[in-house]
């Protein structure tokens, strides 16, 4: 079955530096997104994309962040400068359209820590 | 803001008894569900999704139920078995709206005892 990846499994970065999370989601899917999950916590939405733009974006996603779909199968999030409380798992999920019941495949997340 | 959450927070029973997740939604111009489940070190897993114009869907040793006068979901598994360990999550969305962004409960953990 075709599964949402994203690379890297952990990432931990010094604040104030970028990272860029990486996803490659299932190909003939069409509507991207970001989620988040801080430790011990509720999956929060951060953005949605679909046709090369964001769609809807949460109040988490402030300027810091970003994404991009810059070829055909990756979707990156990137935030610019990192700060202590961006430690958390970061999912990424698709859908291949919204004309009928089609849940979320999520990927098995980033662990991103911001020392 | 509107938010979706759960009655308990552990759940624990006896291999081969039934299992009942609970989940108030505080949405109610939601119309999709979806329970997802989620194992460590792992992304929520779809379990089973339910749209608002039912009120019950079965998979496989899974049930939804959805009660719209209280709005209150439930996720009931038959026979649990040791690999139904994990947090449960209930989610909520607007089936017709622009992203389909999702509204997550808490999480529920059901321990699965021998």
């Known amino acids: 079955e075709p599964e949402v990846t994203q690379t890297p499994s952990h990432q931990v970065t010094q604040m104030g530096q970028e990272v860029i999370l990486r996803c490659v989601p299932i190909?003939?899917?069409?509507?991207f997104y970001w989620y988040r999950q801080i430790l011990g916590q509720k999956v929060e939405f951060l953005v949605s994309?679909?046709?090369?733009?964001?769609?809807?974006k949460s109040e988490i996603f402030d300027d810091q962040f970003s994404v991009e779909r810059p070829d055909g199968s990756n979707f990156t999030l990137k935030i610019r400068s990192t700060k202590l409380e961006d430690s958390a798992m970061y999912f990424c999920?698709?859908?291949?359209?919204?004309?009928?019941?089609?849940?979320?495949?999520f990927g098995n997340g980033t662990r991103l820590t911001v020392t | 803001g509107e938010s979706v959450g759960l009655h308990l927070p552990t759940l624990s029973v006896q291999e081969g008894d039934n299992s009942i997740i609970n989940c108030a939604y505080s949405?109610?111009?939601?119309?999709?569900f979806i329970w997802y489940k989620q194992e460590s070190g792992k992304g929520p897993q779809f379990i089973i999704d339910?749209?608002?114009?039912?009120d019950k869907r079965q998979g496989q040793r899974v049930t939804v139920l959805l009660n719209k006068t209280v709005k209150h979901l439930s996720l009931q598994i038959a026979a649990t078995q040791p690999g139904d360990s994990a947090v449960y999550f209930c989610?909520?969305?607007?089936?017709?709206?622009?992203?389909?962004?999702?509204?997550f409960g808490s999480g529920t953990q059901l321990t699965v005892l021998p």
């Open positions: 994309f679909y046709n090369n733009e964001i769609s809807e």
């Open positions: 999920a698709s859908i291949p359209d919204r004309g009928r019941s089609s849940p979320l495949h």
């Open positions: 989610a909520e969305t607007l089936f017709s709206g622009s992203a389909r962004q999702l509204t």
């Open positions: 949405n109610s111009a939601s119309d999709y």
């Open positions: 339910i749209r608002s114009n039912m």
């Open positions: 190909s003939n899917h069409l509507y």
